[in-house]
């Protein structure tokens, strides 16, 4: 079982990770679509991306198509013995009120 303290960890280390592999990458990027853009405007971007995440965190908004699927939408398996096939069953999962 992973605590929420470690599993904030592997995510920062996840996220500074990437940042360092792919950062050259992406500061080429914006380069290239702000020509004229500083230091300055580039991290200034970071950080509003990091905020729209730690935001979107905060108040459990799914970030991405999968989570939101994943959250919305229950996905049964049942075996149809007289077809020999699985059959999948897609439902609006049920909210609590």
């Known amino acids: 079982m992973v605590t929420r303290r470690t599993g904030v960890l592997i995510a920062s280390a996840g996220y500074v990770l990437g940042l360092v592999v792919e950062g050259p990458k992406l500061f080429r990027i914006t380069v ?5 853009a500083s230091t300055l405007q580039a991290f200034s971007i970071l950080l509003a991306t990091l905020l729209v995440f730690l935001g979107g965190e905060i108040m459990r908004v799914p970030l991405s198509l999968s989570k939101a699927i994943e959250s919305d939408i229950t996905i049964e398996s049942k075996v149809d013995r ?5 059959v999948f069953t897609f439902r609006p999962k049920k909210k609590g009120r």
């Open 32 to 36: 290239t679509s702000l020509p004229v």
């Open 82 to 86: 007289e077809n020999d096939q699985y």
